[in-house]
């Protein structure tokens, strides 16, 4: 029969999950399995006690939180090289690549390799359970190691989404289990000052090899602030392992200089656990992080490095959302609105928080579903497409339902135009909405506004023959008729000049007008 002997370097080895890994681990895990990968990533966020949960905002938020991605605009690479004790190292790597308008990925692996163990076979007796021999067989290592895939972008102006995927393996000698786990994350912007974050580790697992174990479901949140201009920031983070005691984090980081930041944590369970400070440099594109951890078993020191490349990926997404957004407005403009909505679709899901878009897209959403275009120079086209752009554009109701009630009229035989119509004049507030015509059409829309204009006249509602004429000109800017009317119903409101001047604008538009030429002569 053969035995694993751990000798002092195993009973080493148990203390540091017991006791430090760190010790706060096992009152939070309740001694489950991938308890390494609570220990954190990143020689900044070490030094800060990890309270970064909320705080992330570089190539670490690929373990730390991967909403926190959406915040970066350059290509990173960060290395950290952690040695605890007796053999026994950390080691993490991530790559964060932004994108212009699918959000930021990275790639990243965590390792704990222990090496060294002493390996012996032990013979017995059956009869009486005696050792009779020892053997020496050697050592064996242990190495947990976990490569996840991260992405996170916006949603909102303010929020962010991401998702990490993970997949961890231990293997202890010739013993080797595996768990595939997903962790979901939100951050939301509260203002220029503070964020908070929430997430959900180990949502969904699937475990295989010589394990029953099973990832514990995890609740983490966070809290950040920034003050100073930016030189000073501050977390505090809780995190809930199922079956397990609630943990804390609190720290925080000032930068003296540009080049030159200074860093400090606290880690309880709730109890306190452990203290972290270390400092940062930066230079150009490259920073170096040193972060020194004190607890009950001495103290270890984390390094890491970090290197930023590329152009800044905001203006390039700057460049593509302006790039959607004029063909948008392009074809928008010539009436093919289910394109124009397609690519202001576009430039929201690049952009989430641009409000113009966000206008444009929905009040776009609801005359799709009236007139999905409105293309070409006749006259119909023509008159649908300036109703339709002059409202989404929100300039002039009033101007969109005029040109659209003059298209109807043209055709009174497209209820969806009507149906428009009718939707947009309850918008603008009008009491008049406008009836499918009943038995002959005798009258055109302009014709109605004519006549409704002239018995004004008639009544001696002055006020109301201008309204009406002006409805006639938006429509008909060269109506001479109108003009005329609108003159009148001025010269009999004693308002002379303003009659003169209309009268005047008849004749720019028919010189041969004899009415309105003896009507000036008067006035002379």
């Known amino acids: 029969m053969a035995l694993y002997l751990n000798s002092r370097r195993v009973l080493l080895w148990a203390g540091f999950f ?72 950390l080691s993490f790597l991530t790559y964060a690549h932004p994108t212009a308008t699918n959000g930021t990925f990275a790639l990243n692996i965590t390792q704990l390799k222990s090496a060294g163990f002493e390996k012996v076979g032990i013979s017995v007796n059956p009869n009486n359970q005696e050792i009779i021999n020892i053997q020496n067989l050697g050592t064996f290592d242990n190495v947990e190691q976990a490569i996840g895939f991260a992405w996170g972008r916006t949603l909102t102006e303010t929020l962010s989404f991401g998702i990490f995927l993970k997949n961890i393996t231990r293997k202890l000698d010739s013993s080797q289990d595996s768990f595939r786990a997903v962790d979901i994350s939100a951050l939301q912007r509260m203002g220029s000052l503070w964020k908070l974050a929430v997430g959900v580790q180990n949502v ?18 966070g809290n950040a602030v920034t003050l100073f201009k ?47 400070f270390g400092f940062g440099l930066k230079y150009r594109s490259f920073g170096l992080d040193i972060a020194q951890g004190i607890h009950d078993l ?11 490349f590329g152009h800044s990926n905001k203006e390039k997404h700057d460049v593509e959302v302006r790039k959607y957004i004029q063909a948008g407005f392009e074809a928008f403009r010539q009436g093919q609105f289910a394109k124009s909505m397609e690519k202001f679709s576009a430039a929201l899901y690049a952009d989430p928080g641009n409000k113009e878009v966000t206008q444009m897209v929905t009040r776009l959403q609801t005359m799709l579903g009236f007139v999905p275009e409105a293309t070409g120079g006749e006259e ?22 005029n040109a659209l009630r ?13 149906t428009l119509l009718n939707f ?3 918008e603008a507030g009008i009491s008049e909405i406008t009836r499918k015509p009943e038995g002959p059409e005798i009258f055109t829309l302009v014709d109605q506004k004519i006549y409704d204009a002239r018995q004004a006249i008639y009544d001696g509602k002055y006020d109301l023959a201008i309204r009406r ?23 009999l409101m004693d308002q002379k000049e303003k009659a003169k001047a209309i009268w005047k604008k008849v004749l720019e538009i028919n010189p041969n007008n004899k009415v309105v030429q003896e009507f000036l002569k008067q006035l002379e």
């Not at 001495?298 to 930023?308: D, H, I, N, P, V």
């Not at 002006?470 to 010269?491: C, K």
């Open 18 to 89: 017991l006791c430090y890994s760190p010790a706060f681990l096992l009152a939070q895990g309740g001694g489950q399995p991938a308890q390494f990968m609570s220990y954190g990533a990143g020689a900044r966020a070490l030094s800060m006690g990890g309270a970064f949960f909320a705080i992330a905002d570089d190539s670490s938020a690929s373990y730390w939180n991967p909403a926190g991605l959406s915040l970066m605009e350059r290509k990173e690479i960060t290395a950290m090289q952690a040695s605890l004790f007796v053999d026994t190292s």
């Open 204 to 221: 969904f697992s699937i475990r295989s090899g010589d394990t029953d174990d099973k990832l514990p479901l995890t609740l983490k949140v």
């Open 230 to 276: 930016g030189r000073f920031g501050m977390g505090f983070d809780l995190t809930k392992p199922q079956q397990a005691g609630l943990g804390w984090r609190l720290g925080g980081e000032y930068w003296l200089m540009n080049w030159f930041g200074i860093r400090f944590g606290l880690i309880g369970t709730p109890q306190f656990q452990e203290t972290d």
């Open 298 to 308: 001495g103290s270890s020191t984390r390094f890491s490095a970090t290197f930023r």
């Open 380 to 401: 119909i086209p023509s008159l649908v497409r300036r109703g339709v752009i002059t409202y989404v554009e929100g300039k002039d109701l009033k101007s969109a339902v």
């Open 406 to 418: 003059h298209a109807f009229n043209k055709n009174s035989r497209d209820d969806k135009v009507l």
């Open 424 to 426: 947009i004049e309850k």
């Open 469 to 491: 004429a002006q409805d006639v000109v938006d429509l008909e800017p060269n109506n001479e008729t109108a003009w005329e009317i609108m003159g009148s119903a001025f010269f």
